[in-house]
């Protein structure tokens, strides 16, 4: 039904270019090469607009494939330069149409995938800049800057192409009746699941004895004149600033941080290090670094109070106890959660979890958290979990029971029942379309160059220009 194929991958991808992407699945345009008579080790591919694809990229390409455990065997050069050029050919008439990608988002996006990726190397910045070949963690942030801004232009992009594309019910019924009907779609098992939570209570002593450690550290920078940076890289729990010394640049009034975060660092002039405060996260002091206009530069320190192991016995009694209410019915579990769940966003719904990916009850058995997916996956309707334990970023443990509250088994995709599920596929089938369409027209009025070695590709795009 579709004239591609897909390569999912759920690592952080970094293409020729040296830029890493999101950890999205990689669209591979079903294309086909006859063999080629020569290689070279490097040289330029392909030139769209005003972009550059390297022989380079499309061997990087193969190497990220690889190294996610991805098969290469039936993916061709081809393939890969098409999806390049794909990518390209958007970043360019993002450009001709103005539209705009702030640097603040490419900076964050940057440094939320830098840490991904210096995680995966033990925290040591030298052995990423030694693998991707730079001097410095700074130099290769710098050559990112630039490609991820070409990426991130590209999907705003493909997102106008088809932002509005629409079907209508007539559109969806002969999409779905002109499928034969043993090859119309199997729909996945699904669970809808609600929980209940139970977190170790923190103590008001553990409380004060990490606000007692902050303003020890704030008035080691005030009154004695030591280094804000250092006390960050020794005590700072926040793995993914306390390395660069607390840093955290380009904080803006509209930026995904905490409310309480942000209405200090936008408080304080520069140099002014504020009194301890709490977020979710934990608990910080905050210095400013820089200001430039409506955004600013800040270092912090986050440190989290310790739970005490009193307080974790206490908890999993309490929740062996609901548990064992549930099971013999004494207690309804959406009364349960009402009553006993600590977490405020599922309390008042009896518990009942919201998939973030569709924002509905339904989670998809093959697709849903693997964590998740183990708990609930051989429950009956109504059943109960056992407990267990789960961990949170900051190392803090919390006590879970769950229960499946409906269960859609396996089944052929029916148009009544399914009519939302459908909708969604012929929707994505039209935008294919749609797209297509606009690709094949900007082919034509982009300034296109193609290296010889891949004219015997037969790419899916009209990419040669032929006019037969």
């Not at 019910?169 to 209940?196: G, H, K, L, T």
């Not at 106890?321 to 019915?329: D, N, T, V, Y």
């Amino acid at each position: 039904m579709l004239a591609f194929i897909t390569v999912s991958a759920q690592e952080v991808v970094i293409d020729s270019t040296k830029v890493i992407q999101d950890a999205v699945p990689v669209a591979v345009t079903k294309d086909t090469v006859k063999p080629f008579k020569r290689y070279k080790a490097e040289g330029v591919s392909a030139v769209v607009g005003e972009y550059v694809v390297l022989d380079s990229d499309i061997d990087k390409s193969y190497l990220e494939l690889r190294e996610q455990g991805i098969s290469i065997e039936d993916v061709s050069r081809c393939q890969l330069l098409g999806k390049l050029m794909e990518d390209k050919l958007y970043a360019h008439h993002a450009k001709q149409d103005s539209l705009f990608v702030s640097d603040i988002e490419i900076t964050q996006r940057i440094e939320q995938q830098l840490n991904y990726i210096i995680g995966e190397f033990g925290g040591d910045e030298e052995k990423v800049a030694a693998f991707y070949k730079k001097e410095s963690i700074e130099e290769l942030r710098k050559e990112l800057f630039a490609t991820n801004k070409t990426l991130m232009l590209a999907a705003e992009m493909q997102r106008k192409v088809v932002e509005d594309v629409e079907v209508t019910p007539e559109e969806v019924r002969q999409f779905f009746f002109s499928i034969p009907e043993d090859e119309r779609p199997i729909f996945s098992a699904e669970v809808e699941v609600a929980q209940i939570v139970i977190e170790p209570e923190v103590t008001e002593e553990a409380i004060q004895e990490v606000i007692d450690k902050l303003n020890v550290y704030r008035r080691d920078v005030v009154e004695n004149g030591m280094s804000f940076s250092t006390r960050a890289v020794l005590y700072s729990k926040d793995p993914g600033s306390a390395s660069k010394g607390g840093l955290i640049k380009g904080i803006k009034k509209n930026a995904p941080f905490a409310k309480e975060f942000k209405d200090v660092a936008f408080s304080l002039l520069k140099g002014e290090v504020s009194e301890p405060f709490e977020t979710e996260f934990g608990y910080h002091i905050l210095m400013v670094d820089e200001i430039r206009g409506q955004e600013v530069d800040v270092r912090h320190i986050l440190l989290f109070p310790e739970v005490s192991q009193e307080s974790i016995d206490d908890a999993q009694k309490e929740i062996e106890e609901i548990r064992a209410k549930l099971a013999s019915g004494e207690l309804e579990f959406a009364e349960a959660a009402r009553e006993f769940s600590d977490e405020k966003e599922t309390r008042n719904n009896g518990g009942q979890l919201v998939n973030p990916l569709t924002f509905d009850t339904r989670f998809d058995l093959t697709k849903m958290d693997p964590t998740l997916s183990a708990q609930v996956y051989n429950l009956k309707e109504g059943e109960v979990s056992k407990v267990f334990t789960e961990r949170d970023r900051t190392g803090k443990s919390s006590f879970k029971v769950l229960t499946v509250t409906k269960k859609y088994e396996e089944h052929p995709s029916d148009f009544s029942r399914d009519y939302e599920k459908i909708k969604d596929l012929a929707l994505k089938e039209k935008q294919i379309r749609v797209i297509e369409k606009w690709q094949n027209k900007k082919i034509m009025d982009t300034y296109v160059n193609v290296n010889r070695d891949y004219t015997e590709c037969a790419f899916q795009s009209n990419w040669l220009k032929n006019t037969n």
